[in-house]
């Protein structure tokens, strides 16, 4: 890329998904029809159009594509110009090409050459009100002012940056390596985007899910402490039902915990760039590497926000799974004791039930013992046989304890 | 009830045909319809019976059983966590596919054995970021 071509001029970045050869193709080919002249050079796109001149090229980073539009404006073009004139050049191409729209990062950088310092801040704050939006930071990195813009309407997938050199012609190959660790940092933007579409709808998924598991459980709670015992077949579902939830809630918190690490590894490669870029203070304006510090690490720590409240709401499930447990384990203490207590029962009625027949035994013997003396007593004394055998009976009953005792020795 | 397979194996199975997916849940929405039919004892072939069978599926997988008739169709609205959000969520499986090739044709199935060519929408879903899926069913 010449030098003339990025300075007074305007890049975007724009990351999309990977694009296979063919993929490729066609996107060039319907690229091209949106600029009238546009021709193929090594694999760049390259066209005149009525605001100046557009260069587009293309990269590849592992699973994404960055599309990189170099615009020239006509020389002499305040930044606000360049800026009018860059922008509707290249969303010329969004308007004909959706997948630009469903870009993982649209990275803008408004690049105007100066004469001073001084020359730069002025530009920098036209570009401020063209934009209409507040400077998030501004600082000097390879000798250039770098600055960003806070995104517009939040969208955190469209970036505004700001970059000149603060001398004409000193800082060019600073120039060049600080637009290669913006460049990193869209990508990285890009990553961090992709992950957080990924995760973004199990995200949106979680507040519905966890209101619908509190009131479950809170119902559950108020069930237990009814008087009225709660039904075996209830404490099973309400168990199946808790041991489903925890398994979803598992899953959830280990698939962001993945993205959290890779959100990590991605910081920490912004971090990096961040490094590399070596930005100073400019004036008194907070720097920029400050503000995408914060605004990374704000990436990461949401997903660090919802593993928390999850394992919150794991934790809760939990404890209800304990209380049913506890309640279940009561329940069959109650039932043992209930058993004990009738088997204690059913023996003290055998024990005097075995009384009873031991008594019934002892009187069928001694009818017998006296029905056998009677019979004697009717041979040996004739008329004095029903007399003594009424004289006999306390005898007979004697005796028919002592053969009781006998036999139950 | 014969549960149909899991959604991952569902996935590996006819990822690459989506058409034969449809086919399959749609044949297994049907099993299990007939299941629960028997199970719960509805014998009426209309939108109340499949009301009936519709809740009694959401018991037994832990669901919220709140479908209801409302004129001539049913709805039933699904905020909680449901094992197709799992299954996306752990095994990585697009969460829009198990829901248009899965979950969506075994309801078709299932809603068939009731009233024939009921048509069933999912009007909104937590795969798109809406925060409950609500399914309706048009006699």
Same mark, same amino acid.
């Given at each position: 890329m010449s030098e003339r071509r990025w300075r007074d001029g305007f890049v975007r970045y724009q990351l999309i998904q990977d694009l296979n050869s063919t993929e490729l193709s066609d996107f060039k080919k319907r690229l091209a029809s949106t600029y009238s002249g546009a021709r193929e050079v090594n694999g760049a796109l390259e066209a005149k159009a009525e605001g100046g001149e557009i260069l587009i090229e293309f990269e590849d980073f592992a699973d994404l594509t960055c599309i990189i539009s170099t615009i020239t404006p006509r020389?002499?073009? +305040?930044v606000e110009a360049q800026i009018d004139r860059g922008r509707g050049m290249l969303d010329q191409q969004a308007t004909l090409l959706p997948l630009l729209n469903d870009a993982l990062m649209t990275l803008d950088i408004c690049t105007p050459g100066s004469s001073s310092e001084d020359d730069a801040s002025v530009k920098l704050e036209a570009w401020s009100r063209r934009l209409s939006g507040p400077i998030t930071g501004t600082g000097i990195a390879k000798g250039c002012i770098l600055s960003m813009l806070v995104p517009l309407k939040g969208d955190l997938t469209h970036k505004n940056y700001f970059l000149s050199p603060? +001398?004409?012609? +000193?800082s060019l190959k600073g120039f060049g390596e600080a637009l290669t660790e913006i460049k990193n940092i869209a990508l990285c933007s890009a990553q961090l985007n992709r992950l957080e579409r990924s995760s973004r709808n199990y995200i949106t998924a979680y507040k519905p899910g966890e209101a619908e598991i509190s009131e479950r459980i809170d119902s559950y709670q108020w069930e237990l402490l009814r008087p009225e015992p709660v039904k075996m077949e209830t404490l099973e579902s309400w168990l199946g039902y808790i041991m489903e939830r925890e398994a979803s809630l598992s899953a959830m918190i280990s698939a962001v915990r993945a993205n959290l690490v890779e959100a990590g590894l991605i910081v920490s490669r912004v971090e990096d760039s961040l490094r590399r870029l070596n930005e100073g203070s400019f004036r008194d304006y907070p720097s920029c590497s400050e503000a995408i510090g914060r605004e990374y690490s704000a990436a990461t720590r949401k997903y660090d926000d919802f593993i928390v409240a999850t394992e919150a709401l794991k934790a809760r499930l939990s404890t209800v799974m304990e209380n049913v447990r506890t309640y279940l384990s009561v329940q069959q203490q109650k039932l043992t004791l209930d058993e004990q207590k009738s088997s204690k029962e059913q023996l003290v009625r055998l024990v005097g039930l075995q009384e009873t027949f031991h008594k019934i035994e002892i009187f069928i013997l001694a009818v017998y013992m006296t029905e056998m003396a009677r019979i004697v007593f009717d041979v040996v004394a004739g008329e004095e046989a029903g007399l003594l055998t009424a004289i006999f009976i306390p005898v007979a009953l004697l005796g028919a304890v002592g053969v009781s005792r006998l036999l139950h020795r | 009830m014969s549960l149909p397979p899991a959604p991952k194996s569902f996935y590996e199975q006819y990822r690459w045909d989506p058409e034969e997916a449809k086919r399959q849940a749609y044949e297994f929405g049907r099993i299990m319809g007939q299941n629960l039919m028997r199970a719960i004892g509805v014998?009426?072939?209309d939108l109340g019976g499949l009301v009936l069978v519709l809740n009694e599926f959401q018991r037994r997988v832990h669901g919220e059983p709140n479908a209801r008739v409302e004129g001539e169709t049913i709805k039933m609205h699904c905020r909680g966590f449901c094992p197709v959000m799992r299954a996306a969520m752990t095994h990585d499986i697009p969460w829009r596919w198990l829901d248009e090739y899965y979950a969506l044709p075994m309801f078709n199935g299932l809603a068939s054995l009731f009233v024939p060519n009921t048509r069933v929408r999912l009007l909104t879903a937590k795969n798109r970021g809406d925060p409950e899926c609500l399914y309706l069913f048009e006699a």
């Open positions: 020389a002499g073009l +305040k603060t +001398k004409p012609s +000193k | 014998v009426d072939a």
